[in-house]
């Protein structure tokens, strides 16, 4: 099947499943506009391989002040965004600590980061989604914001935090899909990482295949929107 040269937009672009999504992207003749909040010598070296398509931006996502001068820089250099992934996220309780011994001052950076900077990335490049080709918006949430499959005893932060930015996910997507614009949360699996441990089934390279494979498919006419990484819906 040939695929077309989208322009992709990608968070947290600088290790993990970003960094393997951005690669995947550029394998497939995408151009691919990576954001990240500070560099590593994984997205310099991609850097080094794909001098003309991958385009390279350093911003926090929960900086609006940014996000707004970021968005100036890319939209003198391209048109349009054909899939927007708002991959970057983070999860603050890594000891998992039972209810007694929360630390609270975790909460609000999680949320700010997993359910709050998506919708601000959104905001200040929406006007190159509505002129992309795809006209697709990615939040990677994750089964652990799934209320209806919940069976974790901790983790509150992380799990709340990926409920309430799949509840952004439905809202945005009931407010856009007048204007074209199809909005999905993709859980992309366990994956090893920082955060998913080495333990993992798969690498995150595997995971950004499935999910790059996914998100190629049409969904404007269906309407799923929480989806595990094989496009099936997963339980809100």
Avoid at 55 to 61: C, E, G, L, P, Q
Avoid at 82 to 88: E, H, R, V
Avoid at 186 to 198: E, K
Wanted: with cysteine; proline share 3%.
């Amino acid at each position: 099947m040939k695929i077309k040269k989208y322009n992709i937009f990608v968070t947290g672009a600088n290790r993990g499943l970003g960094l393997c999504l951005c690669e995947r992207f550029l394998e497939k003749g995408c151009r691919v506009y990576a954001l990240l909040r500070k560099q590593s010598n994984e997205i310099t070296e991609l850097k080094n391989k794909h001098q003309e398509n991958l385009f390279i931006y350093t911003a926090d996502v929960t900086d609006e002040k940014q996000l707004r001068e970021t968005s100036e820089k890319i939209k003198a250099q391209t048109a349009g965004i054909d899939i927007l992934i708002n991959n970057a996220g983070i999860h603050l309780e890594h000891a998992q600590p039972d209810f007694s011994e929360i630390d609270f001052s975790v909460y609000i950076p999680t949320f700010t980061v997993n359910a709050l900077a998506p919708l601000m990335v959104v905001k200040y490049l929406l006007t190159l989604v509505k002129n992309g080709q795809k006209k697709l918006i990615v939040n990677i949430s994750s089964e652990a914001g799934s209320i209806g499959n919940a069976w974790r005893e901790r983790e509150y932060a992380y799990c709340m935090s990926k409920a309430a930015l799949n509840m952004a996910s439905r809202i945005l997507d009931n407010r856009l899909k007048k204007e074209g614009i199809k909005v999905l949360a993709v859980h992309p699996g366990w994956f090893s990482s920082d955060m998913g441990g080495a333990e993992a089934p798969i690498t995150p390279e595997q995971a950004a295949a499935k999910v790059a494979g996914t998100l190629l498919k049409d969904w404007h006419n269906k309407k799923s929107i929480y989806i595990d990484v094989e496009g099936k819906e997963m339980p809100w």
